[in-house]
């Protein structure tokens, strides 16, 4: 009597990828007071979701050399929202200003009013396009209608 050899599971390869995660929200927004101060075409659920969140939590396949900005902008890419920003070249800072995200604008629910983004909760202090993200870094982009302050920066 011959037996067959056992064949041992194919050995699988651990997942060697690199991932960073982005969110977009817009919770300042979700305050009557300041709801109201946005143009009217953009006082829609379509621009202001209910829960604040233009983007949940997107895991994002990162590379080396991809800064906050090229993995922001590939998640937005993804998920077909709107972004509109100021180059790198174009700004006195050296680094990409976000202007816009899904339509919502700097200076629409104020003067103080625009888009900050955070590293794991932190304010990083350089610009979006200079700083390098690293494995699993959360980056979190935020609208904010007092520069910062209602949003803890």
Excluded: C
Excluded at 85 to 90: H, K, L, P, Q, R
């Amino acid at each position: 009597m011959t037996t067959k050899p056992k064949q041992d599971a194919p050995i699988e390869k651990p997942d060697t990828k690199e991932y960073a995660f982005v969110s977009v929200r817009v919770d300042t927004l979700l305050k009557e007071e300041n709801y109201a101060l946005l143009p009217e075409g953009i006082q829609s659920e379509k621009y202001v979701p209910s829960d604040g969140a233009i983007l949940n939590q997107t895991k994002i396949t990162i590379e080396e050399g991809d800064t906050a900005w090229t993995v922001t902008r590939k998640a937005l890419q993804m998920n077909s929202i709107h972004v509109d920003y100021t180059g790198a070249t174009e700004t006195k800072y050296g680094s990409i200003y976000v202007k816009g995200i899904q339509h919502i604008y700097e200076r629409q629910a104020g003067s103080l009013s625009g888009w900050m983004y955070a590293i794991n909760g932190k304010a990083p202090n350089v610009g979006v396009s200079s700083y390098e993200v690293k494995k699993n870094d959360r980056i979190s982009w935020q609208y904010t209608v007092n520069l910062g302050k209602d949003i803890g920066y």
